[in-house]
Nanobody
Framework: QVQLVESGGGLVQAGGSLRLSCLAS????????MAWFRQAPGKEREFVAA????????NYADFVKGRFTISRDNAKNTVNLQMNGLKPEDTAVYYC???????????????????WGQGTQVTVSS
């Protein structure tokens, strides 16, 4: 069974940075695409970034391009999201998301892959 545990959220001022990490367990991490989604209060969950199993295919939502960077460390079974230039509108719960199919290509479908972490809160103050 796939388990995803996010960490790295917190409170930061506008313009600041945070680095989120997601530790995956329960299967061979390097064979699966991974993604990050977020959900702000009163809004639908939305796609943020995705990385294919090989790391060669990366996708970003338009609203984070140039500010966020997704990466993976297969030796540590982690996928990371480096967030720079944070804005108050980035405030949300950020979720790690995992593909159930080996060697799949990012990005995920609009509703995400089936496996989710519990989420980590990111709050950006103005």
């Amino acid at each position: 069974q796939v388990q995803l545990v996010e960490s790295g959220g917190g409170l930061v001022q506008a313009g600041g940075s945070l680095r989120l990490s997601c530790l995956a367990s329960g299967r061979t991490f390097s064979n699966y695409a991974m993604a990050w989604f977020r959900q702000a209060p009163g809004k639908e969950r939305e796609f943020v970034a995705a990385i294919s199993w090989s790391g060669r295919n990366i996708n970003y939502a338009d609203f984070v391009k140039g500010r966020f960077t997704i990466s993976r460390d297969n030796a540590k079974n982690t996928v990371n999201l480096q967030m720079n230039g944070l804005k108050p509108e980035d405030t949300a719960v950020y979720y790690c998301n995992a593909d159930p199919i080996e060697y799949g290509m990012a990005p995920p479908p609009p509703a995400g892959y089936p496996y989710w972490g519990q989420g980590t809160q990111v709050t950006v103050s103005s």
